[in-house]
């Protein structure tokens, strides 16, 4: 019976000790910053239409030869439309070709919104089902990868772009790859 009433302290102490176990860990204050099991490894191929050119179809291994920068995004998402000006000050740059990977959108709305904000991008490739962003890992929008001139994917971030994200990380990064070139 006396072993009976520690029962609930014992469980109360092992949920507070969870509880402050998971404080800890998450005391990151990136909490945009995901793990990406893909870095470092092939990106996933790809056959999807230009939306620009619905007729052509573009593969991932066509990208190959110099890096990229893949930006999902979709008309339908407000995070992308907060991103897209950070997107076109650095497309202007021309540091690295910019391509777009509209994501879970129809043609119609997506050159609309491209219209109505202008179009960064080198290339945009449409994903209207979803299906091969799935291959990527991608669950929203916006996330963007720096894919290497190999073919390998070297950064991961999930949330819109800053201007102090690519000052800091965007940046550094392309000039590695343009040592390694």
């Known amino acids: 019976m006396s072993r009976n009433?520690?029962?609930?302290?014992?469980?109360?102490?092992?949920?507070?000790?969870l509880l402050a176990t998971g404080v800890w860990l998450s005391r990151n204050p990136d909490r945009e910053a995901l793990p990406s099991p893909l870095i470092g490894r092939q990106a996933p191929a790809f056959a999807l239409p230009a939306l620009h050119e619905p007729g052509r179809i573009v593969q991932a291994r066509e990208l190959r030869g110099a890096p990229y920068m893949l930006n999902v995004f979709g008309s339908w998402c407000p995070a992308c439309r907060d991103e897209h000006p950070v997107l076109t000050r650095f497309a202007e740059t021309r540091r690295v070709r910019i391509v777009g990977f509209n994501w879970k959108d129809s043609r119609e709305d997506a050159l609309r919104w491209l219209e109505q904000f202008g179009n960064p991008y080198w290339l945009v490739i449409a994903d209207e089902p979803g299906d091969s962003a799935i291959e990527w890992g991608i669950?929203?929008?916006?996330?963007?990868?720096l894919v290497d001139a190999k073919g390998r994917i070297r950064w991961k971030h999930v949330g819109p772009l800053s201007d102090t994200l690519i000052?800091?990380?965007?940046l550094p990064l392309l000039a590695t790859l343009e040592r390694e070139r």
């Open 167 to 170: 000052k800091a990380e965007v």
């Open 139 to 145: 669950y929203g929008a916006p996330e963007t990868f």
């Open 5 to 17: 009433r520690w029962i609930p302290l014992v469980v109360f102490g092992a949920l507070t000790a």
